[in-house]
């Protein structure tokens, strides 16, 4: 019996939860743990939760001290993050069987209240939901070379559907597009490098491997990846114009399998259905064996990023460019303890 069914017969959730009772604090911090895995830019981790015992609600909140400034000033990204944070912890309350319901931005007055999650009976989980959550602990962020690979025409249309429950839409890139996407993550890519602010950025958030584990956030050396030596691949560099010891380098595709997601409108309730959209695809992307990362350059600056639409086929702002594909999967970068990000109250 699937774990869902087997919940509704006994009447018990994980953590031995009753109609009417509180979770136990196991309960939530692993809930929180799931919603963590998610990935933030620079792995800066941009988050906190609250939950109140007596509602079983969970807050999820910004944590404006881990903004990235200097590509992110309107706090963009830093609601994507959360909103793939917010996508795992519906994921991770659906497998357990819990009806998670979710409101956006509840509190106008209280700009970091992004969310509220509340865990309800009777038993109705997202068992879509539900399916993806063992592919949170496995999607990793990856930085190497694949395939010269086409992803296959089911697979793209279940990646679209699946960014389409969220509210977002997923476009795959082909020909001239292609082409003049890339260009702009290159020129993008060039221009954070002479761009002292973006350094300053890379600099706080770039760790050697020993204090990435010591402190638990940021990108660290081995999830670098190799450099480029040839190819088209739209990654960032995280090393800039350093270079790291024993750092290999590798030839990447010339053709990359390229999406972008995009929203209807650019306000922040936008940004925070795109990050649950992104994590939606990621997770799925994951479970059918693609490996995943992102090129982000060209949708920090404003200038770059109304070009990056489709003048045909676009339909809204684009909130993130994706490479997905056959290869490598990306190595665990750390994460902060739960009880640094975790709050319970009553």
């Not at 000033?73 to 793939?84: D, W």
């Not at 839409?169 to 702009?184: G, I, K, M, N, P």
């Not at 402190?215 to 990654?235: D, H, I, M, N, W």
Request: proline letters at 7%.
């Amino acid at each position: 019996m699937g774990s869902l069914s087997a919940a509704r017969q006994s009447g018990f959730l994980e953590g031995g939860a009753m109609p009417g009772q509180p979770l136990d604090d196991k309960t939530v911090a692993s809930l929180i743990g799931d919603a963590i895995a998610a990935p933030s830019l620079h792995n800066a981790q941009p988050w906190r939760f609250r939950y109140f015992k007596e509602s079983r609600t969970f807050h999820v909140l910004a944590d404006r001290k881990r903004a990235v400034p200097h590509v992110d000033p309107q706090g963009r990204a830093l609601h994507i993050s959360c909103g793939a944070a917010l996508l795992n912890l519906r994921a991770s309350a659906a497998r357990a069987g819990w009806d998670a319901k979710t409101m956006l931005l509840p509190a106008p007055a209280d700009a970091d209240l992004l969310a509220t999650v509340q865990l309800l009976f009777p038993l109705r989980a997202d068992e879509g939901l539900a399916r993806l959550y063992p592919a949170i602990h496995s999607r990793h962020t990856s930085r190497f070379p694949f395939e010269e690979t086409d992803i296959p025409p089911a697979v793209r249309s279940a990646l679209q559907e699946a960014a389409a429950l969220e509210g977002a839409r997923v476009q795959f890139l082909s020909s001239a597009h292609l082409d003049t996407v890339l260009e702009l993550v290159e020129e993008g890519e060039s221009l954070d490098l002479w761009d002292p602010g973006v350094q300053e950025d890379l600099a706080r958030w770039t760790r050697t491997d020993a204090q990435a584990e010591a402190t638990g956030e940021g990108v660290p050396q081995y999830a670098f990846g190799p450099r480029k030596r040839s190819g088209r691949a739209a990654l960032r560099d995280f090393a800039g114009h350093g270079t790291v010891a024993g750092r290999d380098t590798a030839d990447f595709e010339t053709s990359p399998n390229l999406a972008l997601l995009s929203t209807a409108e650019d306000r922040p309730k936008d940004w925070l259905r795109a990050g649950q959209a992104l994590e939606r695809v990621l997770l799925l992307a994951t479970l059918e064996g693609l490996s995943s990362s992102f090129a982000t350059q060209p949708v920090e600056r404003s200038e770059l990023r109304w070009v990056l639409r489709d003048p045909v086929h676009g339909v809204g702002p684009v909130q993130m460019v994706l490479r997905l594909g056959y290869g490598p999967p990306g190595h665990a970068t750390p994460r902060r303890p739960v009880w640094e990000v975790l709050d319970i109250g009553v």
